[in-house]
C-alpha cells in the first residue's frame, strides 16, 4: 500500500496552492491595452508622455510615436501640441488619430477610467469595479494559470497576481469541450447532441485495438450548460468508398482549440487548431474519408466534455475525437507530446496517455458513482481541474522540479493504469476489487499489530 503514498501526498500538497477555473475567449481588443504595472528596473514613459526615442522607452504595449517639428500628436493627447518636435508614447490604435475629426471606432475616444482603471490583461485587481470598462477580476491562489487569452504574460513573479480580463477568458488555460450541438452516437444507431448525454449512456467510442465500440460515459470533465464560449467550427466533407463516390456535407462539429482529434497518418491526435483545410480526419470506417473544407471561430452557449473508458468518441458523422486537450502551450506542442524546457518535446511520452492515465484512479475508484460527481462554480470536475492546475504549476518550475515530480507520478498512475486493465481483462467490478483489497490490507496490518503486540508482551 505504499505506492500509493506518493501520489495521495503530492495532492494534498499542491492542492491548496493550485487556484480556481474560470471560462474563456481568445478575442480581445488590442485598442484596450495600455500601460502595464509590471514593475521594471528602469522607469518607462507612461500614455500620452514623453520624450521617448523607441518603442522599448515606453510601458507596457504603448509605443512611442515619433513625429516632425509641426506634426499634431494623436488626438487622444489633448494639449500636447504645444510641445513641439516631442515624441510621446501612445496606445497602438491612438496612434492612428492625428486630426480632430470625427470617427466610427469608439475605441480611441478613452474616458477618465481608462487611465484610473486596470485594464484587460493587468495584474492587481482585487474586484471587479478595479477593472476597466465591463472586465472583470481573476483571483488566482499560488501557482493558478493566468486567463489563458493573457497566457504570454503567465510569469513567474506574477504567481500571485490577480488579473483583469474579459468575462469569458478561461484561467483554467483553456476548455476541454464541445459545443452543445456537437452531435454523438449512441447505442441503437442514433445521434444525439451531447447537451442531452447522461452519465452512464452508451456512446460510440474506438477503443486501443481500434474497435469500433459503445462504452457509457462515466463522468463529464467539463460541463456547463449556458456559459459563452468561443470554439473552432470545423466543417468536412465525408466522402465515401471508390466504387459508389457518395460524398456529403457532415454536421458541423464545434471543439475547444485545445481540444485533440485524430488525423490520417498520425498514432496520437493532435490540437483542433493545428488542423488545416485539406487535412483528412480519422473516422469510424477506413473506406470514408472527412476531409477538412473550412474553419472558423463559432460562438456557443454551453460547453461538454463526456469522458468514457477508451478515452474516446467519435462525433459529426464519424469522426474520431479524444476526450482530453493538450495541456501545455502550443508554441511547442503542435503534436501534443509532453514538453520539458530544455529538453523539448518527449516523443514517448502524449498529453492524450498522461491525462488517460491521471483518470485512471477515479475509473477505478469512482467509476460511474454519483458521488464523485462534484463540479466546481465553472462546471469542471473537481478530480480533472487538479490535474489541469497542477499542469500549470509545474510549468513555472525548473526542469528539475519537473523532473523530481513527474517520474514518480507516471509510477504512481502506471500502476494504476495497470491495475485498471488487469480488472478490466477479468471482468471484475473495479469498485468491488479495490474495497476487497483495501479491506484484505487493513485485515493484514491489523493482524501485524497483534502479532507485535503479542511479541511485546512476551519479551517483559
Not at 493573457?150 to 469541450?177: E, H, M, Q
Not at 449556458?226 to 466533407?237: A, D, M, N
Not at 498520425?266 to 483528412?280: C, E, H, L, N
Request: charged share 20%.
Amino acid at each position: 500500500m505504499l505506492i500509493f503514498l506518493p501520489y495521495f501526498c503530492m495532492l494534498a500538497l499542491l492542492q491548496p496552492a493550485l487556484g480556481r477555473d474560470a471560462s474563456e475567449d481568445p478575442s480581445f481588443l488590442r485598442a484596450m491595452e495600455a500601460t502595464s504595472i509590471t514593475s521594471q528596473r528602469r522607469e518607462l514613459i507612461g500614455n500620452c508622455k514623453g520624450d521617448c526615442n523607441s518603442d522599448d522607452d515606453c510601458n507596457g504595449h504603448l509605443i512611442c510615436y515619433q513625429r516632425d517639428p509641426g506634426e499634431r500628436v494623436p488626438t487622444c493627447c489633448p494639449g500636447k501640441n504645444r510641445e513641439n518636435g516631442k515624441d510621446f508614447c501612445v496606445t497602438e490604435s491612438c496612434a492612428a488619430h492625428t486630426d480632430a475629426q470625427e470617427d466610427d471606432d469608439p475605441y480611441w475616444q478613452l474616458d477618465d477610467d481608462f487611465f484610473n482603471k486596470i485594464k484587460p490583461c493587468e495584474p492587481g485587481c482585487d474586484k471587479d469595479d478595479d477593472c476597466y470598462n465591463a472586465y472583470v477580476c481573476f483571483k488566482r491562489n499560488f501557482g493558478a494559470a493566468i486567463p489563458s487569452c493573457c497566457a504570454s504574460r503567465n510569469y513567474p513573479t506574477d504567481n500571485d497576481r490577480n488579473y483583469c480580463a474579459v468575462r469569458t477568458c478561461n484561467s483554467s488555460g483553456g476548455s476541454l469541450c464541445f459545443s452543445g450541438e456537437t452531435q454523438v452516437h449512441v447505442s441503437g444507431g442514433k445521434t444525439v447532441s451531447v447537451k442531452d448525454l447522461q452519465v452512464g449512456d452508451q456512446v460510440l467510442t474506438r477503443n486501443s485495438q481500434g474497435d469500433m465500440i459503445y462504452q457509457p460515459v462515466y463522468a463529464f470533465a467539463h460541463r456547463h450548460q449556458s456559459r459563452p464560449t468561443q470554439f473552432l467550427g470545423i466543417q468536412t466533407t465525408t466522402a465515401g468508398d471508390a466504387e459508389t463516390k457518395d460524398s456529403a456535407e457532415s454536421p458541423l462539429l464545434e471543439m475547444s482549440r485545445e481540444h485533440m482529434v485524430y488525423v490520417q497518418g498520425k498514432a496520437k491526435p493532435i490540437r483542433a487548431d493545428t488542423i488545416q483545410v485539406g487535412d483528412i480526419l480519422q473516422g469510424i470506417s477506413s473506406k470514408q474519408q472527412h476531409v477538412v473544407t473550412e474553419i472558423s471561430p463559432a460562438a456557443s452557449e454551453g460547453l461538454y466534455a463526456p469522458l468514457t473508458r477508451s478515452g474516446t468518441i467519435v462525433v459529426s458523422n464519424g469522426i474520431v475525437a479524444s476526450n482530453y486537450i493538450a495541456m501545455q502551450e502550443k508554441q511547442t506542442n503542435d503534436a501534443g507530446y509532453v514538453n520539458l524546457p530544455g529538453i523539448g518535446p518527449l516523443s514517448f511520452l502524449h498529453q492524450a496517455d498522461v491525462a488517460h492515465m491521471w483518470l485512471s484512479p477515479f475509473r477505478i475508484f469512482c467509476g460511474e458513482l454519483e458521488v464523485c460527481q462534484s463540479f466546481n462554480a465553472d462546471g469542471f470536475l473537481h478530480y480533472a481541474s487538479w490535474g489541469l492546475r497542477l499542469v500549470h504549476f509545474m510549468e513555472q518550475q525548473s526542469l528539475w522540479a519537473q523532473i523530481l515530480v513527474l517520474i514518480p507520478m507516471l509510477i504512481v498512475l502506471s500502476f494504476f493504469a495497470t491495475l485498471e486493465h488487469v480488472l478490466d481483462m477479468a471482468g471484475s467490478s473495479p469498485t468491488i476489487v479495490i474495497l476487497l483489497l483495501v479491506s484484505a490490507a487493513l485485515v493484514w496490518l491489523g493482524f501485524r499489530r497483534q502479532i507485535r503486540n503479542l511479541s511485546l508482551l512476551g519479551k517483559r
